[in-house]
C-alpha cells in the first residue's frame, strides 16, 4: 500500500487530530524506516504503517486502540538484522576472548591485565585454536560469526551441533595441522582435542527448545548434543575431557531461561565430564523488567487476555508443553520482542497472531510464520 | 533519491552524498549573493552564522556538482542558466575547476604540538599544501570530463618562470604531483605518530604550490582542463587562532591567479574582530556575511527562499502538497474564519469603543463618525482603519493643544497602519505572524533558519493533507507555531551558546524595551521599536580590549560576541542620528514574535553600555516598575 494512504488510513482509524499528527508521524516513520519495515514476515507490499493501520483497527474502541498504540511506541523491542549482526560481531571478541585470555593468563601465571603478552603467548593461540563453535540453529548465524573473526579458523566454526562422524575426524584432523603449526611439533594426543566447546543460538525466552524434561525424558538440541559426546558419540573423540569448558551462547535471552538451562544443563554435562565447567551467557540479556507484568502494563494484558483477541486454534501441541493457552506467549512468556526474521512465539499473541494460519480474525502487527505448522 | 516524510529537515550540505540531489535542492537565487567580483579581485571570506549556507555555496563550484548541474540542464534549467550567466558552465561543461577543502578540527592539533612556533608554523603550511593539491590534483581529474580521466593523463606545467618546487620539477604529470603531496601528508601522519617526537619536521615556508594548481597550468589533451580555477577553503573556524592568521597572511599577499574563496563561521572572529563595524573595509579581502548580504537584498532573497521550499517540497512523500508558499494562508477572513476570532473581534472592538469613547466627548465624536462611514465589523480594512484612528486619538490627547480634526476616511499613514495591525492583533488575540512574506523575514538572512521553521509548518501542513482536513495552515496555525519557535530559540540556548545564561538576559532585556516603546498608547515610534542604538564612541571603547577595561565591561564584549556569533543580534552600520554616531543592536527576527515586535528594520531606542551591563546583571525593568523602585 502506499505510504501516504496508509498513513492516512492510520490517522482516521486512531483518530488524531492534526497537531497529534504532527507529533506522532515523524516518530513511526522514523522507526519504521529505521527498523519495523524490514520485518522479513510482513506479506508482500505490506510495510509497518499499514500494518500498524490494520493491527489497530481490530480492537474494539479508541481507548483500546489507544491502550495498543501506547504498548507499540513504548513497549515493543524489535532486534534488527543490523542489531544482531552486532551481538554477533562482538561476542567472540567481548564474552568468548576474555574467558580464554583468563584461562592462559592462569596457565603462564601472569596477571590476566597483561594482554598483549598473553595474547602473543603459544599457551593462548593454543587455546584459541582449541576452541570448537557449533550453531545450535541457522540463527547462529555462523556464516557472519566467520567473517567477523578472521582469526579464528574455518575449521572450528561448524554451522550445526548435529557433527557427523566423518566431519568429526576431519575437524579433528584439521585442528592437529594447525596446533603442528603454533607448537613447531606434532601435538600430544591430549592437545589435539578441543578443550572449550562454544554452542550458539540466537534467541531464547524459556528455554525450553533447548532442555527440557518431557515425561522423565530430558530432550532438547542442548540434550542431543550431550548424547554425542558422551562415550561412544561421534563428537566424544574431539572432546578434551580434563579441562573441558562448554559455554552456552545466545545473542538475545531472557534471565529467567539463562539461569534455568545453567543449572539444568550442569547436572547433563557433569555426568558425562565429571570435571567440566560451563556457562549459558547472553550478548544482550532480557532482564524481568523486558517482560510485561501485571503491574506496570495492566492496561495492554487486559487486551492480551481479552477473548475478543484470543483464537483457540493457538493452542496446539507444541504450545501444550509450556504453561497457559497461548495467549501471553508460549509457556507463558509475556514478551514484547520481535526479531527482523520471525516473532518468537514468547512473545504475546497479539504481536504474532498469523490469521492465515489460525484460521481466525485475530491478527498480530508482525504476524509469525510457524516452524511448528500441523502438517497440511 | 526516494521520498522524505519532511523535505525540510534535509540539512547540511555535506551530509549529502549524491551531487544529483544537492543540486536538485539548491535555488539558484542563492548565487546572487556572489558580487561582480566573486571571480576576479582579492580573496573573497563569505562568514555567516551556522547554516547560513557558507557549504553549500562552495559545493556547487565543485567538478561533481557542475556536471550534475550540466546533465540536468533540462530537467532544471533554471540553474543551468544561472551558472551559464556567471560563467561557471560555458559549452555545455563546467568552466571553473573549483578545488574544495573543508578543514578538519585534525588540523587544529597541529598547533598543540609541543615545538617551536615558527616550526608549527611551516608543518601546518606543509599539511595544507599537501591538502590542496590532492584535492586540486582529483578536480582536475573530474573536470575535465564527465568521468574522472586519469591523473597521468594531466599535465601540470608549473607556475610561470619557475623550473621546480621543492621536489617537484615542472612540467610533470597530476599523478606525479598527487604522489608527491600523499608522500608528504603521509610523512606528517608518521611523524606525528612517532614517540617521542622527531627533532625535525616536513615544512614548506609558504603555500607557493598553489600558482602550479591554477586550471591554465593544467592541461589535459593539450588544453586546460577549465577557464579558471577557485580554491575553496571552507569552516576555517575549524583551525587553530594563529593557523588561521597564517592562511589569511599568506591569501592575502601572495596574488595567486586562482580565485580564492575562504568561508568561516562569525564565531572564528575573535571579539575585536567581530565588533569591528564601521572600520575601514581590508582592502586584502572581500568579506561578505551572508545574512547581512540577504537582509539588504529582501526581495531576491525572497524569491530564493520561495524556490528553496518548491524544490525541497517536491521531495515530500505527500504527494498531495504540490507547493509549500502558496498553502500559507495570507489574510484573516472572518467570513470563513468563524467562531473564536469572530468572538474576540467582536468583543474587542465593543470594548475600545466603550472605552475610547467614554472618556473624551472629542474623541467618542470621531470614533462615531468613523464607525458611521461604510465601517464593516468583520472586515480587516475596517479594523484597521479603526484602530489607526484609535492611535490618532491618542496622538491628539498628549499634545498640549488638541483640535482631532482629521477626517473619518483621510488617508492612514502606512507606519500608523503598521502600528495599528500589530496593536489590534495583540489586542485581539488575532494571529500577526503569518504568511511566506513574514516567514522569509523572520528567518533572518540565515537558510538553516528558515528551513528550520518551514520544516515544522512543513509538518503541520503534512498531518492536515493526511488527515484530509484541509490543504493549507491557516493564519492562526503559522502565527502558533512561530511563536513556539521563537520561545524554543530562546530555551534552548544553553545548548550552543557561551555564556548562555547572561546572552539570555540581555536577549529578553533587549525585546522587552522594545516591547515597552512599541506599544504605548499614542505608538510614537510606529510601526514600532526593534533594536537599541549604543553611540559609536561607547561601542568604539567595548570594541578595544585595553588593559583598564572593567570585568563588567569584559563580559558584556563577551556576551555580545557570543550573540552576533550564533546570529541572535544584528549589528548595523554606524547611523547618524540627532549629531550623533549609533551602532544599532537589534534582535533577530524569530525572537521577535516572543516580544510581539514586528518585523521591520525600523525604529530603535537608544541605550548605554551601562544600560546593557544592568540588563546582564538585573534584567530589564520597565518605567513602571523603576518609578515604583523610587
Given at each position: ?129 582449541q576452541c570448537l563453535f557449533l ?21 572450528q566454526?561448524y554451522?550445526?551441533h ?31 582435542r578441543f578443550s572449550t566447546v562454544v554452542l550458539i ?24 548434543w550431550?548424547?554425542s559426546v ?5 563428537l566424544?573423540?574431539l572432546i578434551r575431557?580434563?579441562?573441558l569448558h562448554v559455554c552456552v551462547l ?19 554435562l557433569?555426568?558425562?565430564f565429571?570435571?567440566a565447567?560451563h ?98 | ?630
Amino acid at each position: 500500500m502506499n505510504e501516504q494512504l496508509a498513513t492516512e488510513l492510520l490517522v482516521c482509524i486512531m483518530e488524531w487530530d492534526d497537531s497529534r499528527v504532527a507529533q506522532e508521524r515523524p516518530y513511526l516513520e522514523a522507526l519504521a524506516e529505521y527498523k519495523y519495515n524490514e520485518y522479513q514476515q510482513f506479506s508482500p507490499g505490506m510495510r509497518f504503517i499499514e500494518s500498524l493501520a490494520t493491527w489497530l483497527k481490530q480492537f474494539g474502541s479508541s481507548d483500546e486502540r489507544d491502550i495498543a498504540y501506547s504498548f507499540v511506541k513504548n513497549r515493543l523491542i524489535f532486534f534488527s538484522a543490523a542489531e544482531i549482526a552486532h551481538f554477533v560481531s562482538i561476542s567472540y571478541p567481548d564474552l568468548i576472548r576474555p574467558k580464554l585470555i583468563h584461562r592462559a593468563a592462569s596457565i603462564l601465571g601472569v596477571p590476566a591485565t597483561d594482554i598483549v603478552h598473553i595474547t602473543n603467548s603459544q599457551v593462548f593461540r593454543m587455546l584459541q585454536r582449541q576452541c570448537l563453535f557449533l550453531g545450535l540453529s541457522d540463527g547462529a548465524r555462523l556464516d557472519v560469526f566467520r567473517r567477523f573473526n578472521p582469526q579464528l579458523s574455518h575449521d572450528q566454526v561448524y554451522r550445526t551441533h548435529e557433527v557427523s562422524e566423518g566431519r568429526a575426524q576431519g575437524l579433528q584432523t584439521d585442528l592437529r595441522g594447525d596446533l603442528k603449526n603454533i607448537l613447531d611439533r606434532e601435538p600430544k594426543p591430549d592437545e589435539a582435542r578441543f578443550s572449550t566447546v562454544v554452542l550458539i543460538d540466537d534467541f531464547t525466552a524459556s528455554g525450553k527448545s533447548f532442555l527440557r524434561d518431557d515425561g522423565g525424558v530430558k530432550k532438547g538440541k542442548l540434550q542431543k548434543w550431550l548424547e554425542s559426546v558422551r562415550e561412544g558419540g561421534d563428537l566424544e573423540p574431539l572432546i578434551r575431557a580434563d579441562t573441558l569448558h562448554v559455554c552456552v551462547l545466545f545473542y538475545v535471552a531472557t534471565s529467567d531461561a539463562i539461569h534455568r538451562l545453567a543449572d539444568e544443563f550442569a547436572s547433563g554435562l557433569l555426568e558425562i565430564f565429571p570435571k567440566a565447567t560451563h556457562d549459558v551467557i547472553a550478548v544482550q540479556t532480557l532482564v524481568d523488567a523486558s517482560h510485561l507484568s501485571p503491574g506496570g502494563d495492566t492496561e495492554f494484558l487486559a487486551l492480551v487476555d481479552s477473548d475478543a483477541y484470543y483464537s483457540p486454534a493457538v493452542y496446539d501441541a507444541h504450545m501444550a508443553k509450556g504453561k497457559g493457552d497461548g495467549r501471553r506467549g508460549f509457556d507463558e512468556g509475556l514478551l514484547p520482542v520481535v526479531l527482523t526474521h520471525n516473532t518468537p512465539n514468547n512473545s504475546v499473541l497479539l504481536l504474532w497472531a498469523n490469521p492465515i494460519e489460525l484460521g481466525s480474525e485475530v491478527r498480530g502487527l508482525f504476524p509469525r510464520v510457524s516452524r511448528h505448522r500441523a502438517n497440511q | 533519491m526516494s521520498d522524505l516524510r519532511n523535505p525540510f529537515r534535509l540539512r547540511a550540505a555535506n551530509r549529502l552524498e549524491r551531487d544529483d540531489t544537492f543540486v536538485s535542492l539548491f535555488a539558484p537565487g542563492i548565487l546572487n549573493v556572489l558580487d561582480k567580483e566573486a571571480f576576479r579581485g582579492p580573496p573573497h571570506v563569505f562568514r555567516s552564522a551556522p547554516g547560513g549556507g557558507k557549504t553549500s555555496l562552495l559545493r556547487l563550484f565543485t567538478p561533481a556538482a557542475l556536471w550534475a548541474a550540466t546533465r540536468r540542464k533540462d530537467v532544471d534549467p533554471d540553474l543551468y542558466q544561472s551558472l551559464k550567466a556567471i560563467g561557471a558552465i560555458q559549452d555545455g561543461r563546467p568552466a571553473i575547476h573549483g578545488v574544495m577543502l573543508a578543514v578538519g578540527r585534525d588540523m587544529a592539533t597541529l598547533d598543540d604540538l609541543p615545538i617551536e612556533r615558527a616550526t608549527r608554523r611551516r608543518l601546518f603550511l606543509a599539511m595544507a599544501t599537501a591538502k590542496l593539491v590532492i584535492e586540486a590534483t582529483r578536480s582536475a581529474a573530474s573536470v575535465c570530463a564527465p568521468e574522472p580521466v586519469p591523473l597521468a593523463q594531466l599535465q601540470c606545467l608549473g607556475p610561470d618562470s619557475v623550473s621546480s618546487i621543492g621536489e617537484i620539477e615542472f612540467p610533470c604529470t597530476a599523478e606525479r604531483l598527487f604522489n608527491w603531496a600523499s608522500a608528504q601528508e603521509t610523512a606528517i601522519g608518521d611523524a606525528l605518530d612517532t614517540y617521542p617526537l622527531p627533532s625535525t619536521f616536513p615544512g614548506q615556508d609558504s603555500l607557493a604550490i598553489v600558482r602550479s594548481l591554477d586550471a591554465s597550468r593544467i592541461l589535459f589533451d593539450g588544453q586546460p582542463v577549465a577557464k579558471r580555477t577557485v580554491i575553496m577553503i571552507d569552516d576555517l573556524q575549524n583551525l587553530a587562532s594563529a593557523q588561521r592568521r597564517t592562511l589569511l597572511e599568506d591569501f592575502s599577499t601572495a596574488r595567486y591567479q586562482a580565485t580564492i574563496w575562504l568561508t568561516e563561521r562569525l564565531a572564528a572572529l575573535d571579539e575585536q574582530e567581530l565588533l569591528d563595524v564601521g572600520a575601514l573595509p581590508d582592502r586584502d579581502f572581500s568579506t561578505v556575511v551572508l545574512e547581512e548580504t540577504w537582509i539588504s537584498k529582501k526581495a531576491a532573497y525572497r524569491q530564493a527562499l520561495s524556490d528553496i521550499a518548491s524544490r525541497r517540497t517536491k521531495l515530500s512523500t505527500v504527494a498531495s502538497i504540490p507547493d509549500f508558499a502558496p498553502c500559507l494562508e495570507d489574510r484573516l477572513n472572518f467570513r470563513v474564519d468563524k467562531g473564536k476570532h469572530r468572538r474576540l473581534v467582536d468583543s474587542w472592538t465593543q470594548w475600545y469603543y466603550d472605552r475610547l469613547a467614554g472618556n473624551d466627548q472629542r474623541a467618542k465624536t470621531v470614533v462615531t463618525a468613523l464607525l458611521g462611514v461604510g465601517f464593516v465589523v468583520d472586515d480587516w480594512e475596517s479594523l484597521i482603519k479603526l484602530r489607526s484612528t484609535a492611535i490618532l486619538v491618542e496622538r491628539e490627547r498628549v499634545k498640549s493643544q488638541s483640535t482631532f480634526e482629521f477626517a473619518a476616511d483621510a488617508n492612514i499613514d502606512s507606519d500608523v497602519r503598521g502600528a495599528a495591525e500589530l496593536f489590534l492583533c495583540r489586542e485581539a488575540g488575532l494571529p500577526f505572524y503569518c504568511g511566506f512574506e513574514k516567514i522569509a523575514i523572520l528567518s533572518s538572512g540565515n537558510i538553516e533558519q528558515f528551513l528550520g521553521l518551514a520544516g515544522d509548518m512543513f509538518e503541520r501542513l503534512a498531518a492536515k493533507v493526511l488527515s484530509r482536513r484541509a490543504s493549507n495552515l491557516t493564519v492562526s496555525e503559522q502565527d502558533s507555531l512561530v511563536r513556539v519557535v521563537a520561545a524554543r530559540r530562546l530555551d534552548e540556548l544553553s545548548q550552543y551558546v557561551v555564556h548562555a545564561a547572561d546572552v539570555k538576559r540581555i536577549l529578553l532585556a533587549i525585546g522587552r524595551a522594545c516591547e515597552e516603546r512599541t506599544y504605548l498608547p499614542n505608538a510614537p515610534y510606529s510601526p514600532g521599536v526593534t533594536g537599541v542604538g549604543l553611540r559609536l564612541s561607547e561601542w568604539n571603547r567595548l570594541r578595544s580590549a585595553s588593559a583598564s577595561m572593567t570585568e563588567t565591561n569584559k563580559l558584556l564584549r563577551s556576551v555580545i560576541h557570543s550573540a552576533i556569533s550564533h546570529n541572535l543580534i544584528e549589528i548595523s552600520q554606524p547611523q547618524r542620528c540627532k549629531g550623533d554616531d549609533w551602532i544599532i543592536v537589534r534582535l533577530n527576527r524569530i525572537l521577535c514574535p516572543y516580544f510581539h515586535l514586528p518585523l521591520h528594520r525600523g525604529q530603535w531606542r537608544p541605550a548605554s553600555l551601562r544600560d546593557l551591563v544592568t540588563w546582564i546583571e538585573q534584567g530589564y525593568r520597565t518605567t513602571q516598575q523603576q518609578i515604583v523602585d523610587v
